[in-house]
């Protein structure tokens, strides 16, 4: 007995030895440093391992100051305080090392942060009119988070800025490729026209050995770009083009087999968040022709091999795509009203007489079977079974109203029932032979069914299919063997309209009303007027019963359609899917020709016309000397000095006219902001008109009464000049509103010329 004693206080000292850690654990935490707290917590478990209690709380206590400072974190990062959830993030390294939900959220900050830095360069890149590039790095950071809200926008400004701007051709292109040149070539051999344009713009040329050098360009181009004047080569001489470098482009023939083996492939994943995949695939396949598309319908992937420009154009249809659908919320009432009326007059009197023997209390004997004998008659007699006269002085009132209000949220194009009721039981038997007798059960649906098809249109107004139908139970219906069925009512409506958002319709109409008259007379004396009724008994019964609906649709989201789908896509053309348009800068008349023997020779002096022209003096001489010796001559031969040529002086002459528009980038609602515009290209400006296109809604142009559109006069001037126009912001509105120049006309020098702005103002609206 002692040593049990003993052995009993042994343990109850350990526990109340270990008690005192967890309490002073259990005030730490409460009141002070959580994290120091936990720390000291660690190391007395890491002191004492055999204490699985202590272990326990330590481990319950971690987890939750970490889930605390993971929903502070989450908190502060929403507000924008990203220091102080990295603060906590750290936090939780310290006392929970390797803790995945903050390694996780450590790299959500950084990828924020990354995120951020690019879409502060594409803004910049987007100010400085490099629209292309400014979309690269809205595509990256829509790569790794696609729901990216501030990159959405800045993707929409983007592609219908690049929309707006498809006739443009690629400005992506810097150093030799945007040099102007002036190139005047009749009847030229294709590697002279290609060693002109190595001599104007430093640019090296490689050609598949299967290209024609000797085939014949005539050409005649004036202060147009590298660039433009190879998309011009490409397209005419059935030849394609890769860039290598900087200044560095390979050619070769524009066939099927050197494009297989030259144009490069890129794979590019799409990880869809609203639009069906098998949709996206059908999209891909219908209007860009790539064959290899993989879909993922479990991740909503999708995955496109083909050319960088196909992939771009199906990134631009995917993104018009992928739009969440419409839903809407449903507010049905259903009201079924229903009023009886029975009223029950006058007298019952018997109806039956009858004949036959009666024992001696009067009740009636049951007579033996067989034959009567009528001989012995005297113990039949007249009698009336109930005797009684019955008053009846009834009427009965009942109103009956029956309310269902569901609301139901549903999706654009989908079907939403609704059942109020009951499900009745109906017993089937189905007897087999020498199997027996066996018996299923099948439910009916009774009571209120309401099948409802909503479809969300652009303009807000919502287009419904509705089917209602209310059946009741008539009556009880006995079958063969026993069975059970009911005799059901039912009443139906089906209809399509067509409401605004909140509007109320109301669906009424659907009456059932019956009236019943019974009468129980005396023979003969019921029929008489007036006094009949002393003689008989009328029961009428009046029903009627009304189906109400009302029906309320509010719209909760709307389809949001892209930017990009409201502006027409360049998709390239049946064997170039997704290549840029053949297009060219705006430039002075008669800048370009494509013209045979007999044309006229234009003169240019833009920069590189002295060396164009020499090159095809160069190139005329390296002609007639191989009509002479065409097996001594290549391309590397010496050409004749360029001295013995003749050089036509430059002669003086005004620029391609550019307009520009500029302007803040933030304004506070409710101010004032002005859009400066630039006119540069020399020459005497005698005026002219710039059309600036913004948003009505948030700002207003000062001095105009149409909305969404102002015209400003171009003042007179010499070789530049620049105006501005004004802006009013709308008190209230914040966010973020486009200014952008349509079309300009110009006169200069005596001629009206039709200039294409550039630039445009993204003035963010701060409350």
Known sequence: MPRVFLLLSFVLLA??????????????????????????????????????????????????????????????????????????????????????????????????ARHAAMLTAAETAFKAGDAKTARAEVAR??????????????????????????????????????????????????????????RAAGLNFVFDRDVRPEAKV?????????????????????????????????????????????????????????????????????????????????????????????????????????????????????????????????????????????DGTGVARTLASGVVDLRSRGDLRPYVANPALLLNLRQEDGDTSLLANPRIRVKNNEEAKIHIGDKLPVFTTTATANVGVSASVTYLDVGLKLDVKPQVLLSGDVEIKVGLEVSNIVKEVTGPSASLAYQVGTRTAATVLRLKNGETQILA????????MVGNRVPGVGDIPLIGRLFSSQKDTNNRTEIVLLITPRVIRNVVVPTVARAEMSAGTETNIGAEPLSLRPTAPGSLSL????????????????????????????AARAAAAPEAVNPGDAAPDEGEFESDPPEPSAGPLAVSVSGPSEVTAGGSVEVSIAISGGGA????????????????????????????????????VSTSASFNTRAGSIGTVRIAPVSARVERDGRMETVSPSGSVNLTIKP
């Open 15 to 112: 526990g109340c030895a270990s008690n005192p850690s967890m309490e002073q654990a259990r005030a730490d935490l409460a009141t002070g440093d959580q994290v120091a707290a936990l720390g000291r917590l660690a190391a007395e478990v890491s002191a004492t391992p055999e204490n699985r209690e202590l272990r326990a709380f330590y481990l319950r206590q971690r987890e939750r100051v970490v889930l605390q400072r993971l929903a502070a974190a989450e908190r502060a990062n929403r507000a924008g305080q990203t220091e102080e959830a990295a603060r906590l993030y750290d936090d939780i390294e310290r006392f929970a090392p390797g803790d995945p939900r903050a390694g996780a959220g450590q790299l959500a900050l950084a990828r924020q």
């Open 141 to 198: 950071v829509l790569a790794e988070d696609p729901e990216h809200a501030a990159a959405r926008a800045l993707d929409g400004h983007l592609q219908a800025a690049l929309a707006e701007a498809n006739p443009a051709p690629d400005v992506a292109l810097r150093g030799p490729f945007a040099k102007p040149v002036t190139l005047e070539f009749r009847d030229a051999p294709l590697r002279i026209v290609f060693e002109a344009l190595s």
């Open 218 to 358: 005539t050409l005649f181009v004036r202060n147009s770009t590298v660039d433009e004047v190879l998309q011009l080569l490409t397209a005419t001489q059935k030849i394609e083009r890769k860039i290598l470098n900087a200044n560095s482009v390979l050619i070769y023939p524009s066939t099927p087999a050197k494009t297989k083996e030259y144009r490069e492939l890129v794979t590019r994943s799409f990880y869809l968040s609203n639009a069906d995949v098998k949709q996206a695939q059908a999209l891909v396949r219908t209007l860009t022709k790539s064959r290899d598309v993989f879909v993922d319908e479990k991740l909503r992937l999708l995955v496109i091999k083909d050319t960088p420009e196909a992939v771009a154009l199906a990134e631009r249809l995917l993104s018009s795509l992928d739009v969440a659908e419409p839903e809407v919320m449903l507010e049905v009432e259903v009201l079924e009203v229903s009023r009886n009326k029975v009223i029950e007059l006058g007298l019952d009197f018997p109806d039956q007489i009858g004949l036959g023997a009666l």
């Open 509 to 516: 109409g659907l009456l059932q009303e019956e009236d019943r």
């Open 595 to 622: 013209s045979g023997d007999n044309s006229p020779v234009l003169g240019g002096n833009g920069p590189g016309a002295l060396a164009a022209r020499m090159a095809q003096r160069r190139a005329q001489a390296l």
């Open 685 to 720: 400006i005698a005026g002219g008109e710039v059309t600036l296109q913004y948003d009505p809604g948030r700002i207003e142009a000062a001095g105009t009464t149409t909305p969404g559109s102002v015209t400003v006069t171009i003042p007179a001037g010499q070789d530049t």
